[in-house]
């Protein structure tokens, strides 16, 4: 995914207030201090002191996740070490009606991690054990708060690793990576998060606590767990958790191109894969990042490229070899000016320094940057890149581009300096723009970094009212009472009532003020 | 079995007027014994969506069918008055070679959207199990095959799915992007539904290109930790095998049969390199067999017992020898295949064997395939068979999926009874 430390990726901590999701409807029901005295108490009782924080300094640490221009201070945060203490901090909440926010590492670029003013935070840094490494299962079971690296350090003295690799993985834990479906630069060839889960101890907005997929694949029923992963903490929190180990590759091959233009690399992008090759991997950067990364990493990247390209090729030895030929007569072909190939770990650590750290290095040639994160089908990205460099020619906002060009996940990082009057607010209309341009293309708003709060209001512009419904029936089945992550991934708020034909009470209050529509 | 609620002849008139192929169910219309009433067919999502409208006002029992070759999978719905054929919608909408992605309504048959796609020297990484299944009856199903080990299964490959829900309202989750994480994933709860939540209309899927080369080696073995030591000698390699097979009746010689895809010199090293790994009695071949993807209970006569086990991969020596001591027990002639690679094998007993031995091999191998992380499903058996069996089994968080049924057709009209727990 994205960016590793929150204060480098943002738009500049805008202090200021909090946007109406994050306030409004279901927040209303916990805003009663009574229910969370209830919930404080019921906390205390089941959880040892050191994990219940209501100190306000040191709440205050936990107000943002890695989008760091939303802040709100929690009402409580709690460091459950276990899936019972855990449940019982979810139960209190349920209870009383006081609405919950999981975080894992706080890495995630979306809000999605937001806490609520009127809400508990579970923060689950604490449940950190890796509990098994079977790998004549190919799986490992780990805990929500484990770092997503630590998965694949514990694997690969066995020949294995864990695949799905955001660029936060250093850091990001596992339970986000499940709760946003986190992809990663190698997703092109191994999927995503919701590839590599096939199981987890899942705590719902009730707080009871149930088995969701196991070691085996296929468990009878509905796949409820593919319905979690990417549910961004709106369904409940799952604790441990069965990933999938892929074995370690036979040959890995890593190669640097530079190129004169986006569309030239594009281009070569697509002839890549047109010659029927899936490599591990497929990164673009254009100038400006270029420039950026060259200023804060000094990777050497080609001097002069309008473009390079990282290409990863993985597998059996013979075919990467066979595979490589093909991709550097393809990047000739497209004008590939300079190719550096590396075969061994440093050479590839020193090509993929620069791509990883492109984010923070952005903050090098400008004082604050917003990242952007959306999905274009791959064929349609010659032209995206150039609709995006004419946006910022005309609005005079500077864009670099970095991205996975193997599957179209674009990461523009809009650039603006927050001391300039109006250029927040400028560079907020390029971002959006970009996502137009996303959607107008047949693709997505998000490809990894997840809604969250920040694109909430984004998805009637790509699904249908009915869509929405629709997928608010699962939310329904999951969290009726709203309590968990409230104020997330959907635009509006609303509210579950009863299953239709069955007996219905009186409407909520909110619905009988016009508030919130009862769904 | 109609239920006396519902007019039939105001019912025909408003299905009649939401689509044009409006008929008589006949015997053949039968889903697993239940004959309903009538049978729709229409040509579009927004027919679909009429259909249901019509269905929900008249409180018709609605079950959605494909190519029909998977009907009697499950348990028989209990009531069923219409049912949805979606036989006519077998466009493949779009092929985008070039984004590696095809779009498909869920009445085209696999076989059409592999030729299609072909064209372009790309597939579809999904088995055809069972000659002329649909898209949507795969989907419904979640029918795998011996790519899964590679490829996964179609929650790895769905990218995009277009329902109509009981309540006749369209919806669309993911979209046509490989990467996409905006809304939650319905594809994932259709996935394997077998019907009860909407119905599937249309899907996009990702597509991989397709090899330039196949070779199969295989090893006999005779042990159960024999095919072990061989299935884990495979993936314990790094050989990227696309598939590891077993077969096996208890009791005889059984095969372990492993899939190389790609350009011919790979393809020939791993070869050589697997044919180390399965020992001197292993052999290679080039190409697919012709009966490759097929269940083991293909082409038996009357209606076998179809059962699917899952279990952890280290599992896979145990499940076979409980498989082994059962069948001596029972006398009865199970027939096992699978992808062991992937952790599943699907086993077919004959359609005359006593109901009550069978229930005993259902037993005994699903304690077996519990312990090992995983669990047996009885997918198809004769109804003597169904009646002496636990068709699911124990299924966990099956009130979890009770309320998910619950909210999207809370009237239990669709396919009711067909799945977990009566949903």
Redo the contacts between chains.
Sequence with gaps: MSGMHGTETTAGPIEGPVPPEATSATGEAGSNPQAMAAVVAAVEAALPPDAVVSDHIRLRTYECDGLAHYRVTPALVVLPETTEQLAAVVRACSDHGVPFVARGSGTGLSGGALPRADGVLVVTSRMRTIHEIRPEDQRAVVDPGVINLDVTHAAGPKGYYYAPDPSSQQICSIGGNLAENSGGAHCLKYGFTTNHVLGAEFVTPQGDVVQLGGMAPDSPGYDLLGAVVGSEGTLGIATRTIVKLTRLPQEVRTVLAGFASTDDAGAATSAIIGAGIVPAAIEMMDALAIEAAEAATHCDYPAGAGAVLVIELDGAAVEVEHEFAQVERICQEHHAFATRVATDPAERALIWKGRKSAFAAVGRISPDYIVQDGVIPRTALPGVLRSIAELSESSGVRVANVFHAGDGNLHPLVLFDDAVEGAAEAAEAVSGAILDLCISHGGSITGEHGVGIDKAAYMPKMFSDEDLDTMQLVRCAFDPDGVANPGKVFPTPRLCGEVPGKKKGAPHPLVAAGKATAF | MTTLDVDLAAARTALSAACGEVADAGPADAVDGVTPALVARPGSTPEVAEVLRAAAAHRLAVVPRGRGTKLTWGRPPERADLVVDLSRMDAVLDH??????VEAQAGTTLAEVQRTVAGA?QRLALDETVPGGSVGGTLAT?A?GPG?VAF??A??LLIGVT?V?ADG?????G???????????????V???FGT?AVVTEAVFRL???P?ARSVVSAPFERPEEAQRLV?AV??A???PSAVEVSWRPGGTGTVSVLLE??E??VE??TATTRQLLGEASSAAAGLPEDWAALPWAGRPGRPTAL?A??????LARVLETARAVAADTGLDLDLRGSAG???LHGALAADADPAAVARVVERLRAE?TD????L?VLDAAPEVAAAVDT??P???????R??????D??RRLAPGR???GI
């Excluded at chain 2, 309202?169 to 989750?173: D, E, N, R, T």
């Design positions: 985008a070679a070039g984004d590696l992605i020297g979640n795998s899964r996964g299964t929650r790895d329902v829900r309202v369209v919806a669309k989750a979209g046509r992007v490989v990467k996409n994480v905006a809304g939650y994933d319905l594809g994932k709860l996935i394997g539904s939540l991989h290109p397709l330039a884990q993936l314990q790094q050989v990227v790609g350009i010199a790979g090293g791993r699917k899952t279990f952890a991969l280290s599992g992937a952790g599943v395939c090992v992380g995983g669990a499903v699911w089994g299924v966990p968080a099956l009130d979890l999926m309320r998910v049924k619950e909210r999207f809370p009237e799945f977990v727990g």
